[in-house]
């Protein structure tokens, strides 16, 4: 292997493992860090979460449905049912 083989191969996995830490299905380290929690501490936690409706990893896909990751917390901390509040009425800009 030269050089700028290994370099691009390098290249690579830091693009890969950069995938994984964004967009909709983070790796399960991605959202340990996320939740602040170590890997060995989350893959623990999720077991236990799981039953308790935490979304499982999607086979197709290979991770957790992020936005349905943070309903889930949302839901567990009461926090589901806020919505924003409606407009008073129309503004008057003259008045100021």
Same mark, same amino acid.
């Given at each position: 292997? @030269? +050089?700028? &083989?290994?370099? /691009?191969s =390098?290249? *690579?996995? *830091? %693009?890969? =493992? /950069? +995938? /994984? @830490?964004?967009?909709?299905?983070?790796?399960?380290? &991605?959202?340990? /860090? %996320?939740?602040?929690? @170590? $890997?060995?501490? #989350? $893959?623990?936690?999720? +077991?236990?979460?799981?039953? *308790?409706?935490? !979304?499982?990893?999607? !086979?197709?896909?290979?991770?957790?449905? #992020? !936005? $349905? +990751? &943070? $309903?889930? #917390?949302?839901? %567990?901390?009461g926090?589901?049912?806020? &919505?924003?509040?409606?407009? *008073?009425g129309?503004?008057?800009?003259?008045?100021?």
């Amino acid at each position: 292997m @030269t +050089v700028a &083989e290994g370099s /691009r191969s =390098a290249r *690579d996995g *830091d %693009r890969r =493992a /950069r +995938v /994984r @830490t964004q967009g909709l299905f983070p790796s399960e380290c &991605e959202i340990a /860090r %996320r939740l602040s929690q @170590t $890997a060995v501490e #989350w $893959a623990a936690k999720a +077991v236990i979460l799981e039953r *308790d409706g935490l !979304p499982r990893i999607d !086979p197709l896909m290979g991770g957790r449905y #992020w !936005p $349905a +990751v &943070e $309903a889930y #917390w949302r839901r %567990r901390y009461g926090l589901h049912s806020i &919505e924003p509040s409606q407009p *008073d009425g129309k503004e008057n800009l003259d008045a100021l």
